[in-house]
């Protein structure tokens, strides 16, 4: 049987770099009103994957606080559309306006999910970069959004039932649009089999009061990272996780007893903890030619979809 090569990412961040620049973040976010925020995040994420390392090499992030802040004033300015389109329709205590105008509220909320989950992964994947090869998104907008809106009509209609199969076939779609120069991504995982994790975990989790949370979470990663392949000239390269309960334990609860204790002072170290985890516990399967890599993705500059995914809290799926 032929041996497959092993590869790794490694994270070298510090928490005591990342605290300074999350206090410089905080002061100067307070004094500039909340302006400030997109230059915030865009340290945040430059030092993040400059400490990121893979075959000698650190990824580098190249977007911008003057490119996030102008997504921050599109994004804002769409909520204040929103909102004056409620507020109008609430101060005519008309009941029929009012609830006309609370359905069409909450319908533009409903769009903007997959509207920020497009925008923000398209511009996160073209401005990241290594050894000079950027990642890129092809995903076209009306096509996930027409994906989001039947996904999400059907989850509702099944009462949320549908919502496992719903976010894997979401999962599929980013990711089988994913690119790293002329390496493809593909995700592999089932919703049937996403369903019966949950299952599992739920009712576990319930039945022993907790405790078995640490398998549960640790069970959703393995899911996540195992689907996840990578192909480059007709050869496949699969992702694999070894983290375990333990090491979720070890992780959960020091993060907390930092964060508690530092009143919250302690968040740079905890996240450190977490990425270094992660990375330490995901393993590249494969026979990858790292140097045959070849640039193939256009640049994008919009942040638009990040800023808006960052108010309505959306993590990249």
Same mark, same amino acid.
């Given at each position: 049987?032929?041996?497959?090569?092993?590869?790794q990412?490694?994270?070298?961040?510090?928490?005591s770099?990342?605290?300074?620049?999350?206090?410089?973040?905080?002061?100067?976010?307070i004094?500039t009103?909340g302006m400030?925020y997109?230059?915030?995040?865009?340290?945040?994420?430059?030092?993040?994957?400059?400490?990121t390392e893979?075959?000698?090499?650190?990824?580098t992030?190249?977007?911008?606080?003057?490119?996030?802040?102008?997504?921050?004033?599109?994004?804002i300015?769409i909520?204040?559309v929103?909102?004056a389109?409620?507020l109008?329709?609430?101060?005519?205590?008309k009941?029929?306006?009012m609830?006309?105008?609370?359905?069409?509220?909450?319908?533009a909320?409903?769009?903007?999910i997959?509207i920020?989950?497009?925008g923000?992964?398209k511009?996160r994947?073209?401005r990241s970069?290594?050894?000079?090869?950027?990642?890129?998104?092809?995903?076209d907008r009306?096509e996930?959004l027409?994906?989001f809106?039947?996904?999400?009509?059907?989850?509702?209609?099944?009462?949320g039932i549908?919502y496992f199969w719903?976010?894997?076939?979401i999962?599929?779609?980013?990711?089988?649009?994913?690119?790293?120069?002329s390496i493809?991504?593909?995700?592999n995982?089932?919703?049937?089999?996403?369903?019966k994790?949950?299952l599992?975990?739920y009712f576990l989790t319930?039945?022993?009061?907790?405790?078995?949370?640490?398998?549960?979470?640790?069970?959703?990663?393995?899911?996540?990272?195992?689907?996840i392949q990578?192909?480059?000239? !007709?050869?496949?390269?699969?992702?694999?996780? @070894?983290?375990?309960a333990?090491?979720y334990f070890? #992780? /959960?609860? %020091? +993060? &907390?007893?930092?964060v508690?204790?530092?009143?919250?002072? !302690?968040?740079p170290?905890?996240?450190?903890? @977490?990425l270094?985890?992660?990375f330490?516990?995901? #393993? /590249?399967? %494969? +026979? &990858?030619?790292?140097n045959?890599?070849?640039?193939?993705?256009m640049?994008?500059?919009?942040?638009?979809?990040?800023?808006i995914?960052?108010m309505i809290?959306?993590?990249l799926?």
């Amino acid at each position: 049987m032929e041996e497959k090569d092993l590869r790794q990412v490694t994270f070298h961040g510090e928490g005591s770099k990342l605290f300074g620049i999350y206090i410089v973040n905080l002061l100067l976010t307070i004094v500039t009103v909340g302006m400030y925020y997109p230059w915030a995040k865009a340290a945040i994420l430059q030092y993040v994957y400059q400490e990121t390392e893979f075959e000698g090499s650190r990824f580098t992030f190249h977007g911008t606080g003057k490119e996030m802040f102008i997504g921050f004033i599109k994004a804002i300015g769409i909520f204040i559309v929103i909102y004056a389109f409620l507020l109008i329709c609430i101060f005519s205590k008309k009941p029929l306006i009012m609830s006309i105008g609370f359905l069409v509220t909450y319908a533009a909320f409903i769009l903007l999910i997959p509207i920020a989950i497009h925008g923000s992964t398209k511009y996160r994947a073209s401005r990241s970069s290594w050894r000079g090869i950027h990642f890129g998104y092809r995903g076209d907008r009306k096509e996930f959004l027409q994906e989001f809106i039947i996904g999400a009509l059907i989850t509702i209609s099944t009462l949320g039932i549908y919502y496992f199969w719903f976010i894997i076939k979401i999962r599929k779609y980013i990711f089988g649009h994913l690119r790293f120069g002329s390496i493809s991504f593909a995700y592999n995982g089932g919703g049937t089999d996403y369903f019966k994790l949950h299952l599992k975990g739920y009712f576990l989790t319930l039945i022993t009061l907790g405790v078995y949370s640490f398998w549960y979470v640790k069970d959703l990663f393995r899911f996540f990272v195992d689907n996840i392949q990578m192909e480059q000239d !007709g050869e496949i390269v699969k992702f694999r996780s @070894t983290a375990t309960a333990g090491g979720y334990f070890k #992780l /959960i609860i %020091g +993060n &907390l007893f930092i964060v508690i204790l530092t009143l919250g002072f !302690g968040t740079p170290w905890a996240t450190v903890r @977490t990425l270094n985890f992660i990375f330490s516990n995901i #393993l /590249i399967e %494969g +026979n &990858l030619d790292v140097n045959a890599i070849q640039q193939t993705e256009m640049d994008y500059r919009d942040a638009t979809g990040e800023d808006i995914s960052d108010m309505i809290d959306i993590g990249l799926v």
